[in-house]
């Protein structure tokens, strides 16, 4: 490992050391309270799978169009209109037959979203990433309009939708005690292989690929790359749509505003550390649930939540520096 | 306010444009000197939290500012280190140091203001970044075309190989305008800080990128990205303005108008743009 490497990865612990040590907390107590937190009983488990449901698809979502050489900076927004979509549909249709609906009506949306930057990218070459993170101030705004004003419930003081049917929520997997996997998150993990087959072995995931790796080279090759790049995009935005209807049909039941934490930015950190096999999609957003959830814990002993997207930050720096190392020897 | 007035929606917009102006002014030497900047919100937002935390923990403006403008130097350096030195993707540097700055304003904001005395932050007049913001534009086109150093950043910036080969060295130049970006955006950063009258977390609310914005639409040149900024600012002026006389439309609920100028940006990226070129060494090392 090169110095420079070491010296990225000895400041950025440096960085972690110094910003706990204003709050009087020792590393090893934190380190301590982040892993009981999110990994110390059979409800923090839950917890944290539940945290990484929307990482993981949000990832997907993030790592395809990363393949296609695009920054989806917009999952957030596409996360939260699908989420809405969802809510919705399954509010006027409940039961089984509504949750698919909502599911494909979620992924539609999400794609709608999506398609302008995809569009804008492609045939005007306005960057991607400043269309997407307009789009989701965009879809903030419209949400939160829609649950304040025609799907408010009527019920409730605050900005949310009605909650949803009983037998229009996606079923626990799994349940034991305290320990409860949905089947949300088998969807996650479905569309990480159904990525990797994708990309693998069919010829418009071989496009996608060749059009994020080069451009011109893939152009020779007869590949349309506009029109790749907008498939890809309104792709991506279709999962991020599935990620929060997932979220909302699974685990929170309706809509309001303030729905998404920022899955979308963190979705970003987990498809930069998944390296270059969607495989790694796993442990990265499981390592992302493990910290969400942790900090969580974290906050009870005095240490504000902000440090979560400090460690994003660093994580993303370390782990981009150590890439380009291992792309520049293979 | 029963009308709508006119003279306040153009002060107004002029106080909103201001902050963006010196953001685009900043992301504009980067770009022009190939380093691709999507970190100008990170920076905007650092200066924004810095100022107000070191001002009111020291009584004084001048110092509150001076950290601030420091702050935002070392993360535009950050990423200068992170794009040169590390050969990283531009834009996965400039979302990391913007997840930094994010997460990291969070957690100064939560752990050293004081609820108590968050009210009487010791302000520098507004006018002054007004002055600055009107200036910039015009300082940053004549010393990109008029000086040495102007005309190395531009040569750097379009074809990086030719240059080294011509005996120039990207690296040192690159820091240079990356300094001038950290600079602007701890102003712009400060400006909104002070105008506000105190930090709140994510308070830029995406201005960074609409900055990026107006130099795209603006071509990567100085004056027709202050005019793109100043659109921007009239657009964002409307809506407020809109909204606190409730003359137009009282059945259109207030979060169409919040999200008006985020809209304008989309439609003039779909519509305007394409007829813009970026510098050719744009993201090369």
């Known amino acids: 490992m090169s110095g420079r490497i070491i010296a990225l990865i000895v400041a950025s612990f440096g960085v972690v050391v110094l910003a706990l040590s204003t709050t009087g907390v020792l590393p090893a107590d934190a380190m301590q309270q982040l892993f009981r937190g999110s990994l110390g009983s059979p409800r923090a488990i839950s917890n944290t799978l539940r945290e990484t449901t929307p990482l993981l698809i949000a990832g997907v979502a993030v790592f395809l169009a990363l393949r296609a050489g695009l920054f989806n900076i917009g999952v957030e927004g596409q996360l939260v209109v699908g989420a809405l979509s969802a809510t919705a549909i399954v509010l006027s249709v409940p039961g089984p037959l509504g949750v698919v609906l909502g599911v494909v009506g979620a992924s539609a949306a999400g794609a709608a979203w999506a398609y302008p930057a995809g569009w804008i990218r492609a045939w005007r070459g306005g960057h991607e990433v400043i269309t997407t993170i307009m789009l989701n101030n965009i879809a903030l705004f419209l949400t939160r309009a829609l649950v304040a004003g025609p799907l408010k419930d009527p019920d409730d003081q605050a900005p949310t939708t009605a909650m949803v049917d009983a037998t229009s929520r996606m079923p626990w997997l799994f349940q034991h005690d305290n320990l409860k996997v949905n089947v949300g998150l088998a969807f996650g993990l479905i569309a990480v292989a159904g990525l990797a087959f994708w990309l693998r072995r069919t010829v418009g995931g071989y496009e996608l690929a060749a059009a994020g790796a080069n451009p011109p080279a893939a152009q020779a090759a007869g590949v349309p790359i506009q029109r790749v790049q907008v498939r890809a995009m309104a792709m991506s935005g279709a999962i991020a749509g599935l990620a929060g209807a997932v979220q909302a049909l699974a685990y929170e039941g309706r809509f309001y505003s303030g729905f998404s934490p920022g899955y979308g930015f963190d979705s970003l950190g987990v498809a930069l550390l998944a390296g270059l096999s969607p495989w790694g999609l796993i442990p990265a957003a499981l390592g992302f649930g493990i910290l969400n959830q942790g900090s969580t814990a974290l906050t009870l002993i005095g240490i504000p939540r902000g440090l979560t997207g400090v460690l994003l930050g660093l994580l993303i720096i370390v782990f981009a520096a150590l890439r380009y190392r291992e792309v520049k020897r293979g | ?285």
């Open chain 2, 1 to 285: 306010m029963a009308e709508f007035g006119w003279v306040l929606w153009l002060t107004t917009s002029l106080v909103l444009a201001a902050p963006v102006v010196l953001a685009a002014m900043g992301g504009l030497t980067s770009e022009r000197s190939g380093i691709m900047n999507i970190a100008l919100e990170g920076k905007m937002l650092t200066a924004a939290c810095v100022t107000a935390l070191v001002a009111n923990a020291t009584g004084s403006a001048v110092v509150g500012l001076a950290a601030g403008v420091t702050a935002s130097l070392l993360l535009s350096l950050l990423l200068g280190l992170l794009a040169q030195a590390y050969r990283m993707d531009h834009i996965v540097a400039g979302m990391a140091i913007n997840a930094l700055a994010l997460g990291g304003t969070r957690f100064l904001h939560q752990r050293f203001t004081d609820p108590d005395r968050a009210a009487e932050m010791a302000k520098l007049p507004i006018e002054l970044y007004f002055g600055l913001a009107l200036l910039a534009p015009f300082v940053v086109a004549l010393v990109l075309v008029r000086t040495r150093g102007g005309l190395r950043l531009l040569a750097v910036g379009s074809d990086p190989e030719k240059s080294r080969q011509a005996g120039l060295r990207p690296a040192p130049i690159r820091y240079g305008a990356l300094s001038a970006t950290g600079l602007l955006c701890g102003l712009a950063g400060a400006m909104l800080v002070t105008n506000a009258g105190g930090f709140s977390d994510g308070m830029t609310a995406g201005k960074g990128f609409i900055a990026l914005a107006a130099v795209v639409l603006g071509g990567w040149r100085p004056l027709p990205t202050l005019a793109a900024c100043l659109a921007f600012g009239l657009i964002d002026g409307f809506q407020l303005q809109v909204q606190g006389s409730r003359l137009v439309g009282s059945g259109i609920p207030s979060e169409f108008w919040n999200a008006l100028p985020y809209l304008a940006t989309v439609l003039a990226m779909a519509f305007l743009g394409g007829r813009t070129r970026a510098p050719a060494g744009l993201g090369r090392p």
